[in-house]
């Protein structure tokens, strides 16, 4: 099975400064990963699909890239409502599986 | 409106079960894979289960396989997950999404006590 790590597990910015969260997979997934935004009590949100393809309706800040095994998604410039969990997910085959999650935090 | 809409959760005792079901709304429910996935409290993602539009393909996650099985009426535009011989680890949100497309549901809670 493919084990996906994401680091850090904890980022602390402050608004508008740039994040950039890291998504290692043990084996290639090729670009079949996912990154998603989590808040308190709500479901998780697309943001990325095909490592690098902005999901509808999200704003151009975000953005993805990698191929393989490693992925960054990155955020140019923090805004207040940027602040949750992110989690990284890959379908390259089964079972599907989501990384740990990295928590971005205000600083 | 598209939407997904999660029922059925609620508390059961260990060995137990428990059918949820998910209602689609809004798109072409018989042409896309359906999924479901979970969230314990305080903890991560699990992707559970797929099956395949038509019904004719389904795959499960080891914590799972052998107690969980997913299914679909396309007819009434719902997917199931039946739940058997639960455990206090299957506590958590359980999700019903529309593949890897983003569309997700807001969740039903399962709680496995005594």
């Known amino acids: 099975d493919i084990v996906l790590t994401q680091s850090p597990a904890t980022l602390s910015l402050s608004p508008g400064e740039r994040a950039t969260l890291s998504c290692r997979a043990s084996?290639?997934?090729?670009?079949?990963l996912l990154w998603y935004q989590q808040k308190p009590g709500q479901a998780p949100r697309l943001l990325i699909y095909?490592?690098?393809n902005r999901a509808t309706g999200i704003p151009a800040r975000f953005s993805g890239s990698g191929s393989g095994t490693d992925f960054t998604l990155s955020i140019s410039s923090l805004e207040p409502e940027d602040f949750a969990v992110y989690y990284c997910?890959?379908?390259?085959?089964?079972?599907?599986?989501f990384g740990q999650g990295t928590k971005l935090e205000i600083k | 409106e598209v939407q997904l809409v999660e029922s059925g959760g609620g508390l059961v005792q260990p060995g137990g079960s428990l059918r949820l079901s998910c209602a689609a709304s809004?798109?072409?429910?018989?042409?896309?894979?359906m999924s479901w996935v979970r969230q314990a409290p305080g903890k991560g993602l699990e992707w559970l289960a797929n099956i395949k539009d038509d019904g004719s393909e389904k795959y499960y996650v080891d914590s799972v396989k052998g107690r969980f099985t997913v299914a679909r009426d396309n007819a009434k535009n719902s997917l199931y997950l039946q739940m058997d011989s639960l455990r206090a680890e299957d506590t958590a949100v359980y999700y019903c999404?529309?593949?890897?497309?983003?569309?997700w549901g807001q969740g039903t809670l399962v709680t496995v006590s005594s």
């Open positions: 999404a529309r593949g890897s497309t983003g569309l």
């Open positions: 084996q290639s997934v090729n670009n079949d």
């Open positions: 809004g798109f072409s429910f018989s042409t896309y894979w």
């Open positions: 095909a490592a690098s």
């Open positions: 997910q890959h379908r390259s085959n089964w079972p599907y599986s």
